[in-house]
């Protein structure tokens, strides 16, 4: 059974920074991405970012390019999102989820990922 536990969500001023971590435990998911995701109230779930565990390689959103970067280390199968220059329309409920499936890329829908962290809040006050 594959596990994941998120933290360091928490309330943040325009401007600021957080990182979020994702520690997964279990099997089968090493050899496919980690993705990033997150959920504002009344809207859909949307991708942030991704990174390949075997391989590093990421993709991140365009809406959080050039301030959001995601990585892994796979010593402690841990994953993590820095967020920069965070902006009031980045708050959401953040998830990271990953897969024991292959599929082809992109490695940006929801419905492709089995396994799903307890999600975390990110607040930005403006």
């Known amino acids: 059974q594959v596990q994941l536990v998120e933290s360091g969500g928490g309330l943040v001023q325009a401007g600021g920074s957080l990182r979020l971590s994702c520690t997964v435990s279990?099997?089968?998911?090493?050899?496919?991405?980690m993705g990033w995701f997150r959920q504002a109230p009344g809207k859909e779930r949307e991708f942030v970012a991704a990174v390949n565990w075997s391989s590093g390689h990421t993709i991140v959103a365009d809406s959080v390019k050039g301030r959001f970067t995601t990585s892994r280390d796979i010593a402690t199968n841990t994953g993590y999102l820095q967020m920069n220059s965070l902006q009031f329309e980045d708050s959401a409920v953040y998830y990271c989820?990953?897969?024991?499936?292959?599929?082809?890329?992109?490695?940006?829908?929801?419905?492709?990922?089995?396994?799903w962290g307890q999600g975390t809040q990110v607040t930005v006050s403006s």
């Open positions: 279990g099997r089968g998911f090493s050899t496919y991405p």
């Open positions: 989820a990953v897969r024991t499936i292959s599929y082809g890329p992109p490695w940006s829908k929801v419905n492709e990922y089995q396994y």
